[in-house]
């Protein structure tokens, strides 16, 4: 089974913080994604990553930087927390053509005060 | 731009009773559709894919979904909801060939048992 893996479960920063996501998967997928969840809101993408060094902005990327420097690694960075990130975000992976299905990873409840 | 709306934000059910979720999109092209499922405290999992083929898709759990492409929906049902379907269920969209899937905004389920 794919498995996606999301470095915390549960975070908790000050506003200001500079503060890293981590998110692993080990199924050799090309594509890995970068998601926010609020309620009623659905899925908003930040950031996608289609390749190694590649990166594409979502709907949402403003406050938001990734790095892809393997392929099995995509990392969310919030340069400068702000209450308004308080969210859950969420990392999936896809391979395309084979399957635009996404595994998604567990997620990480951030909050920030 | 495409877009995915869900019908229902809060669908309340008894056990037994029968389950349609509504899910319309916005996207002219050749489209891949996806229905998912968030049990509580748990990820995101994929419930059902439509690509090609029969318009009559079943999935995990008894559920199945109904491609009508020109009414560019894809309805959630199943026949005899359980109170362990109670969780928020997702309608995505992605185009063949392309990257990004597009959520709706979800649809709470609760069953009262």
């Known amino acids: 089974d794919v498995k996606v893996t999301q470095s915390s479960r549960y975070l908790v920063k000050r506003t200001g913080e500079k503060v890293f996501l981590e998110c692993v998967q080990d199924?050799?997928?090309?594509?890995m994604f970068w998601y926010r969840q609020d309620p009623g809101l659905g899925l908003r993408l930040i950031y996608f990553?289609?390749?190694?060094?590649?990166?594409e902005k979502g709907d949402i990327p403003e406050g938001y930087s990734v790095s892809r420097e393997k392929k099995e690694r995509f990392s969310l960075i919030l340069e400068s927390a702000s209450t308004n990130q308080t969210s859950m975000y969420l990392c999936?992976?896809?391979?395309?053509?084979?399957?635009?299905?996404?595994?998604f990873g567990s997620g990480t409840r951030l909050t920030v005060v | 731009a495409q877009s995915v709306s869900q019908h229902n934000h809060h669908v309340i059910l008894s056990e037994a009773a029968s389950l349609e979720l509504g899910c319309n999109y916005s996207?002219?092209?050749?489209?891949?559709l996806f229905w998912y499922v968030q049990y509580p405290g748990q990820h995101l999992q994929l419930l059902l894919k439509?690509?090609?083929?029969?318009?009559l898709v079943k999935g995990i759990k008894g559920f199945e979904a109904e491609f009508i492409k020109s009414k560019f929906s894809f309805n959630l049902r199943k026949p005899s909801v359980q109170w362990s379907d109670t969780a928020e269920y997702f309608c995505?969209?992605?185009?063949?060939?392309?990257?990004?899937?597009?959520f709706g905004a979800g649809t709470r389920l609760f069953v009262k048992a």
């Open positions: 990553s289609y390749d190694v060094k590649m990166k």
């Open positions: 999936a992976s896809s391979a395309p053509p084979r399957d635009y299905g996404y595994t």
């Open positions: 199924m050799d997928h090309e594509n």
């Open positions: 995505a969209v992605v185009n063949t060939g392309g990257f990004k899937t597009i």
């Open positions: 996207y002219g092209g050749t489209v891949n």
């Open positions: 439509y690509f090609s083929g029969d318009p």
